[in-house]
């Protein structure tokens, strides 16, 4: 709790600061140019104060600081023709309106592009975790299968041969491998079977099967990639 309100002071305390000099110096009654910049300032501040929502949710510190990098840019960039026009006060407010609603645009535009596109890291790189995370386990019920095999027989060397073939396999994968995958998930069970009724014939059957299915695999991502 503590913690949080002195954020929000430290946060609320530049802004308070701006204002409490701009109308000690130049008063409430000020031009339209003034105003203008008086607004993009805060504008600008405000930017920087709710870049927190859209990073909340990204753990990433890349992707984090990217935003903070282009709201803490356009900050500064919009301090310099905001101080410059209200100190200079041109008669004429139309090119300090546009400077700065430019500079908003250009910022709102990086901003929401480099947005989208920490979003599609975020999600493509969660969909390669579920990918090897997949491929992981598919190993180790291999493995854990393997383990409950006498070690130095044709059995144990036939699934060595398959664990060794899967756990070297690419943990990249996409849509279009998937029933090959959900084959292979399905040999396995297969195989386990064979082996808990100690099926020799079988056996041998499956776990070349599963050998060639994890080869059609690896060649399919090949093909694709």
Request: net charge neutral; proline share 3%; charged share 15%.
């Amino acid at each position: 709790m503590k913690n949080t309100f002195a954020k929000t002071v430290l946060r609320i305390l530049p802004l308070a600061v701006v204002n409490a000099l701009f109308f000690y110096l130049l008063g409430t009654e000020n031009s339209t140019t003034q105003w203008i910049c008086y607004g993009f300032f805060h504008l600008a501040y405000l930017s920087v104060l709710t870049t927190p929502l859209f990073t909340r949710s990204n753990r990433k510190r890349t992707n984090t600081a990217s935003l903070w990098y282009i709201s803490g840019w356009y900050f500064f960039l919009e301090l310099i023709p905001s101080f410059v026009c209200i100190w200079v006060n041109p008669e004429d407010y139309t090119w300090p309106l546009i400077t700065q609603a430019g500079l908003f645009v250009v910022y709102a535009f990086w901003f929401l592009i480099t947005y989208i596109a920490n979003n599609h890291i975020n999600e493509a790189m969660a969909e390669q975790k579920m990918y090897s995370t997949r491929i992981k386990s598919l190993a180790i019920r291999i493995k854990t299968i393997q383990s409950h095999v006498i070690a130095g027989g044709s059995t144990y060397e036939q699934l060595e041969k398959n664990f060794l073939k899967i756990s070297g396999s690419p943990i990249k994968s996409c849509k279009e491998i998937q029933p090959i995958e959900e084959s292979i998930s399905i040999l396995i069970d297969e195989l386990e079977l064979a082996i808990t009724t100690d099926n020799t014939a079988d056996i041998s059957t499956i776990s070349n099967k599963l050998n060639l299915k994890i080869d059609e695999r690896n060649n399919t991502l090949k093909f694709i990639h």
